[in-house]
C-alpha cells in the first residue's frame, strides 16, 4: 500500500513562525528584555505580505540577501515586502563591515565580473575562487565594491542577535531552525505533541540570557569561527566573563566546558592564558588537562597536592577516576594504569573467527548462542530503556513543566542532571515495584504499550525492547537492578553510557561483558560505568578476543535467482541456502519465491524459471521469518556476495526490517588462496575442482556447489593459518 504524501499549506512558514512568537509572548514575556519585546512588536506590526517575506528572510542561511532571489508566488509585491522590511529596520544596505563576509559568499563568476568592471587585466577565469578572492581583496577599495551594481542586489539581515536569542528561549540550543516545523507537518519529526504543555525553560531573564551567552561561546569555538591567536593578543583572561547564578547549574557547565576549549586551543599560543582558562574550569578534562600540563612543568608537589583533594573530595566519577590513577602512577610508581589493570584482571578471552573482525560484538554473541547461553548486544539501550520506562510518569507526565515545547525530549531535570534532587520521594516510592520480577514486568510493559513510539530523548523505541527487559529481570538480583537505577537517578548524565556490549544470561544469571578486540582499550565513561555496575551487584567483565580460523563456525552459503541484475527494481525469484559446518553439509533450505513482476524470456532462458512456476509461490514477506531462522548465527557465503547480500537486504527493507550478517564472498576467498586461474566464475571454478554443477543457475544447486569452494577455501586458509603458527 502507498502512504499517502503529506503536503504543507501554502504559507507554513508564517503559521510556524507565529507558533514561536505564541509560546514567547504567552510563556516567556519574564525573559524578554526591552529589545527583544520592541522586535517582537516590530514584527507584529509588518503587514502581512511583509510578514511573510520577513520569514522566507529567516530561511534564509546568509546574511546577505539576493533581491532578485526573493520572488515567491504566493506573496504579492515582492519587492515592496522587502521595501518594506528594509524601511522598518529589518535590512539594510551593505556596510564597509559587511564587504568582506559578503565578498566570501559570492560565487565565482559573480567576482569575476565585479573584478573585470575595474581590473579587467587583473581576473584569470581559470583561477581558483580563493585566488580571485585574494585578487578581489588586493586591487580593489571598499568603496568599489559598496558602490557596485551587484551590491545594490543585496540586502543585510540586521535582526539577527534578536531572533538568535529568541529561537534559543523557544528550542533550548542556537542550532535548530524553522526547518523543525515542517519536519514534524511532514511526519518526518516526531515530537512530543500529545502529552506537552508549553512551559519556559528558565526561572528567569538572568538565567536565561547567561546559558545563551555561554551556549553561544562555546558553538562559536566548536564551529571554528574563534582566531586563537588574534584572541590570545586581546585577552584579558577569566574575569571578563560574567559570573554564573548558584542556581543555574546548565550555565555554569556551559562556561566550564568554554573555558576548557579555550584553554586546550591557547596551550600552544599562550600557555600561562590557558593554564587560567583550565584552571578555573570545574570540567573533568579541564582539570585532567591542567593537572597534567602542571605535571610536565615541574610543579610536582602541588599537583600530588591537588589530587589528594580530589581523591577526597571529589563527587565526580571521571575526574576521581584520572585523580587516583595519575597519583598511583606518578606518586607511586605503579606501571599500569587502571583502565590497563581492569582490561587485564576482570577479563576472559575468547578465539573468534577472523571473519568477525569487522562486526567483533556479533562473532562474540553468537559464539556464546552457540555455548546454548541467551545473548544481547544490549550497550546502553538495556539501562537507557529501563530508566526511561521506569520513571516514565514521573518524568514526563506528572511535572506540569518538564518540558518546554514539544521539540523537546529530554526533560528539563534530565539536562541538569537533577532527577533524584527533585523527584527523590517520588523515585524510592517507584522503585518499590521490584519486590518480584513479575510485578515490574506488569507494569514497564504498560507503559511501553501506552507511549510507544513518543520521543523521550532517553532511548530508542524497538519491538524487542520489552523481552530483553524481561529476560534481565528474570536473571538479575532485583536488589542489584534497584541500587544501580538509583544511582542512575542521582548522576544520570555521568551514568547514560559507557554501558558494556552485551548481556549474557546462562544458568539463569546474568553477567554483562564489554567486547574488545586486540588494540582496543577502555574508554573513561566506560570504566566509570562498569566500575557503578560491579558496585551495584553485577557481574561485568571484558571480553578479551583474539583472531583465528575457527573450524566450527557455522556458514551458510546462499544462492539466489532475480528477474535481473539490479535490486532496486528487480526482484527474488528463489532462494537456496546451504548450512556448512566443520566442512559438513548439515541443513539446505530453498524456495522459489514470487518476484511480484514478470519474468523475462532471457531471464527465463538462463534459468529455467517461468512466470507460472512462481505465480503460487509465496512472496518473500511470507519466507522472511523462516530463511532469518535458517541463516540466524552463521556468516553469510555467497559467489560474488555482494549481489545475493544486496537483494536478501532490499527485501528485508521493504518489510521494515533489518538484516545484518557478516559476509564472505568466494570469488574474492578463490582469487587470494588459488591465484593464477584463467577465471574465477562458478562455472569455471567448478569446472577446474571437478564439482558437479549439473542445475547451473538454480539457486540450490549453484549454493551446494559454493560450499564446496568454500571448503577448498577453508582447507587452504587452515593450512596457511597452522603455517603461521
Not at 551567552?213 to 583572561?237: C, I, P, Q, T, W
Not at 506540569?400 to 514539544?406: F, L, M, P, Q
Not at 506488569?442 to 507511549?451: N, V
Amino acid at each position: 500500500m502507498l502512504r499517502k504524501i503529506k503536503t504543507l499549506p501554502e504559507k507554513y512558514y508564517l503559521d510556524h513562525f507565529n507558533e514561536i512568537i505564541h509560546f514567547l509572548t504567552q510563556e516567556c514575556a519574564d525573559l524578554l528584555d526591552e529589545a527583544s519585546q520592541k522586535f517582537i512588536r516590530s514584527y507584529q506590526e509588518l503587514p502581512h505580505g511583509a510578514q511573510c517575506m520577513f520569514v522566507r528572510v529567516v530561511n534564509r542561511q546568509s546574511r546577505f540577501i539576493n533581491i532578485d532571489k526573493m520572488i515567491y508566488k504566493e506573496i504579492e509585491e515582492c519587492p515592496l515586502q522587502l521595501q518594506t522590511l528594509a524601511d522598518r529596520g529589518f535590512l539594510g544596505k551593505l556596510s564597509s563591515k559587511d564587504i568582506q563576509g559578503w565578498l566570501k559568499e559570492l560565487t565565482k563568476e559573480q567576482l569575476i565580473e565585479l573584478l573585470s568592471r575595474h581590473h579587467a587585466d587583473a581576473v584569470k577565469k581559470s583561477a581558483s575562487k580563493t585566488t580571485i578572492l585574494e585578487q578581489a581583496e588586493q586591487v580593489c577599495s571598499i568603496n568599489q565594491w559598496l558602490t557596485s551594481k551587484l551590491a545594490d542586489k543585496f540586502l543585510v539581515k540586521k535582526f539577527e542577535d534578536y531572533l538568535a536569542y529568541l529561537l534559543f528561549l523557544f528550542f533550548g540550543d542556537i542550532n535548530s531552525g524553522l526547518n523543525k516545523f515542517s519536519m514534524r507537518d511532514l511526519g518526518v519529526l516526531r515530537t512530543r505533541t500529545k502529552d506537552t504543555k508549553s512551559s519556559a525553560r528558565f526561572n528567569s531573564i538572568v538565567q536565561a540570557k547567561s546559558v545563551f551567552y555561554y551556549r553561544s561561546k562555546v558553538e562559536k569555538v566548536k564551529r571554528n569561527e574563534l582566531d586563537f591567536k588574534d584572541y590570545a593578543r586581546h585577552s584579558k583572561g577569566v574575569s571578563v566573563y560574567p559570573a554564573v547564578e548558584d542556581d543555574c547549574l546548565q550555565s555554569a557547565k556551559l562556561r566550564d566546558e568554554y573555558f576548557y576549549l579555550l584553554g586546550k586551543q591557547l596551550l600552544s599560543i599562550d600557555t600561562p592564558l590557558a593554564m587560567e582558562f583550565l584552571s578555573a574550569s570545574s570540567y573533568h578534562k579541564a582539570q585532567e588537562k591542567w593537572l597534567r600540563e602542571l605535571y610536565k612543568m615541574g610543579e610536582k608537589e602541588k599537583v600530588k597536592a591537588e589530587l589528594e583533594q580530589l581523591i577526597d573530595n571529589s563527587l565526580d566519577d571521571a575526574l576521581l577516576l584520572f585523580a587516583e590513577d595519575f597519583y598511583q602512577r606518578k606518586y607511586h610508581q605503579s606501571k599500569l594504569s587502571k583502565l590497563t589493570q581492569t582490561l587485564r584482571e576482570d577479563s576472559v578471552e575468547l578465539v573468534i573467527d577472523e571473519l568477525y573482525k569487522d562486526k567483533v560484538e556479533m562473532g562474540v554473541k553468537q559464539y556464546y548462542q552457540r555455548q546454548g547461553a541467551i545473548a544481547f548486544r544490549t550497550e546502553n539501550r538495556l539501562f537507557n530503556a529501563l530508566f526511561g520506562l521506569t520513571f516514565w510518569q514521573e518524568l514526563y507526565n506528572l511535572q506540569a513543566d518538564s518540558i518546554a515545547t514539544e521539540f523537546d525530549r529530554r526533560p528539563k531535570m534530565v539536562k541538569d542532571n537533577t532527577i533524584y534532587q527533585e523527584l527523590g520521594e517520588a523515585i524510592e516510592q517507584r522503585l518499590l515495584m521490584f519486590s518480584t520480577p513479575q510485578q515490574a514486568i506488569f507494569y514497564l510493559t504498560k507503559i511501553a504499550t501506552q507511549y510507544y513510539g513518543q520521543p523521550n530523548g532517553m532511548f530508542r523505541w524497538n519491538a524487542k525492547i520489552m523481552e530483553i527487559i524481561s529476560i534481565f529481570l528474570h536473571a538479575a538480583p532485583l536488589q542489584v537492578v534497584v541500587k544501580h537505577l538509583r544511582a542512575m537517578a542521582k548522576n544520570y548524565q555521568g551514568l547514560k553510557d559507557g554501558y558494556p556490549d552485551l548481556m549474557i544470561v546462562e544458568q539463569g544469571k546474568v553477567r554483562f561483558e564489554e567486547v574488545k578486540a586486540p588494540g582496543d582499550s577502555i574508554r573513561p565513561n566506560q570504566f566509570v560505568t562498569m566500575n557503578a555496575l560491579q558496585g551495584a551487584g553485577f557481574d561485568v567483565r571484558v571480553c578479551r578476543v583474539t583472531w583465528s580460523v575457527d573450524p566450527m563456525q557455522p556458514y551458510v552459503v546462499v544462492d539466489i535467482e532475480t528477474t535481473g541484475g539490479k535490486h532496486p527494481q528487480h526482484r527474488i525469484t528463489e532462494i537456496g541456502a546451504v548450512k556448512v559446518v566443520n566442512g559438513e553439509v548439515v541443513d539446505t533450505w530453498t524456495s522459489l519465491v514470487n518476484p511480484e513482476r514478470h519474468i523475462s524470456k532471457f531471464i527465463t532462458k538462463l534459468t529455467g524459471i517461468n512466470n507460472s512456476m512462481v505465480a503460487d509461490a509465496p512472496l518473500f514477506c511470507e519466507l522472511a521469518d523462516r530463511f532469518t531462522d535458517f541463516v540466524q548465527g552463521c556468516i553469510f557465503v555467497a559467489h560474488n556476495v555482494n549481489f545475493d547480500y544486496g537483494f536478501i537486504k532490499k527485501e528485508y527493507q521493504r518489510i521494515e526490517r533489518k538484516f545484518s550478517m557478516p559476509k564472505l564472498c568466494t570469488v574474492r576467498e578463490s582469487r587470494k588462496y588459488f591465484p593464477g586461474l584463467k577465471s574465477y566464475s562458478l562455472a569455471n571454478l567448478c569446472e577446474h575442482f571437478e564439482i558437479p554443477l549439473v542445475n547451473h543457475h538454480r539457486a540450490l544447486c549453484d549454493a551446494q556447489a559454493t560450499a564446496q569452494i568454500l571448503n577448498l577455501v577453508n582447507e587452504r586458509k587452515y593450512e596457511f593459518s597452522e603455517a603461521i603458527t
